[in-house]
């Protein structure tokens, strides 16, 4: 591993936190001249999910940072007029078009092991291009069908196809209608100043990793590299090109790098007091949140239900710049349910109840049941601060 020429700039932990939270949108005034868009392109990468439980996970990425931001706005600002394409970063993410050109590091990566997990015919991968050339965008089962009839994994030879095209930059996800990708051929979908392949890697990864290190403020080797699943290697190779510098932050036990805007001025403003999805980037990587909130959160979802501490969609409570708590959110018609609460102490009492009640309005609820609650002794107070936000959602 490349080591870091001496750090010029140590950081205390609360000043780490503080710029981890500007940069991911959290502290300060939410851009909303921006919007959606300019959430996406700040972050740079906004991780998809299909577990849908006040909402999908994309919904919620900017309704954290945003507030109360319609759902159908939320979508179209994504989709329309070719602002952004889905293709593979931190995991499956909505991405701004503009870093189309950067991920062609990835797109030969693929294309040099072409022969993925699943057995294709010769002809299929031509025909999916040439159904996609005549009849312009499709889903995979406009394509001739999704599924084999098998178990999940059992695709058809067009959706094996089409996934693989899309791994090669010759198809883009232009869009998610009812859940389903939406193809297009990148030549169409792609603007042509932007459609270029000809980056070589090291710029690829140079860009990639300087996007990673603006949009997560401070983090460590593994914390840039991850956030768009970079080897540690290649984040390396780059880290000196890419204008990150390096930083020391008390208590962290590795090395740092600081994004230079980052600490141009101390971080100020106000905090967002909100609900978190698991998949977003301010929590997605688990020893991260761990080493900056002293805070530790495992998605549930797919550990066995008599196993799960706090839930199957735990969504962590964000307040005064903490993570305070968590919930595990139901919707049952007009009402929405936590089945389970957790919260510090008596003073994540009132963040809980405000975080609660504005995503019930958020979505529609007209009402908020609480089912249990980690501490029985703050059930009464958060049952008086829910009425007192409010009476009736």
Request: hydrophobic share 40%; aromatic share 8%.
């Amino acid at each position: 591993m490349t080591s870091a020429p001496p750090p010029a700039v140590e950081l205390s932990a609360d000043e780490a936190r503080r710029i981890a939270l500007r940069a991911q949108g959290f502290l300060g005034a939410p851009d909303r001249r921006g919007g959606v868009r300019g959430v996406l392109r700040h972050l740079g990468a906004v991780q998809l999910d299909t577990i849908s439980v006040l909402a999908r996970s994309h919904e919620l990425i900017p309704y954290a940072r945003l507030g109360a931001v319609g759902r159908r706005t939320v979508e179209d600002a994504y989709w329309t007029e070719g602002h952004s394409f889905e293709y593979w970063s931190h995991a499956a993410c909505i991405l701004p078009v503009e870093e189309w050109p950067h991920f062609a590091f990835r797109r030969r990566a693929y294309r040099d092991r072409p022969h993925w997990n699943h057995d294709l015919p010769e002809s299929a991968y031509g025909a999916v291009i040439g159904q996609l050339r005549a009849e312009g965008p499709l889903t995979a089962t406009e394509l001739g069908g999704a599924k084999n009839g098998g178990e999940w994994w059992d695709w058809s030879a067009s959706k094996v196809a089409v996934e693989r095209a899309l791994m090669f930059g010759e198809v883009v996800c232009t869009e998610r209608r009812g859940w389903k990708r939406v193809y297009d051929l990148a030549e169409r979908a792609v603007p042509a100043a932007l459609l270029h392949d000809d980056l070589d890697d090291r710029e690829c990864l140079r860009r990639l990793v300087a996007l990673a290190g603006s949009s997560l403020g401070v983090g460590t080797r593994t914390d840039i590299a991850d956030y768009h699943r970079l080897k540690g290697e290649q984040f390396d190779t780059v880290v000196a090109d890419s204008g990150l510098v390096p930083v020391t932050v008390q208590g962290w036990a590795k090395p740092a790098w600081a994004d230079p805007e980052a600490l141009a001025a101390a971080p100020r403003g106000r905090h967002r007091t909100t609900l978190l999805s698991p998949f977003d980037s301010l929590v997605w990587e688990r020893a991260r949140t761990e080493r900056i909130f002293g805070f530790t959160h495992r998605l549930e979802a797919y550990v066995p239900k008599p196993k799960r501490i706090h839930g199957y969609f735990a969504m962590p409570l964000l307040a005064g710049g903490k993570l305070v708590g968590r919930v595990d959110p139901a919707r049952e018609g007009s009402t929405l349910v936590a089945r389970q609460i957790s919260l510090d102490d008596h003073k994540a009492v009132r963040p809980m109840a405000q975080a609660l009640t504005e995503a019930a309005r958020w979505v529609g609820c007209t009402d908020v049941r609480v089912e249990r609650i980690n501490s029985p002794e703050l059930r009464t107070p958060l049952d008086a601060a829910l009425a007192e936000e409010s009476p009736a959602v």
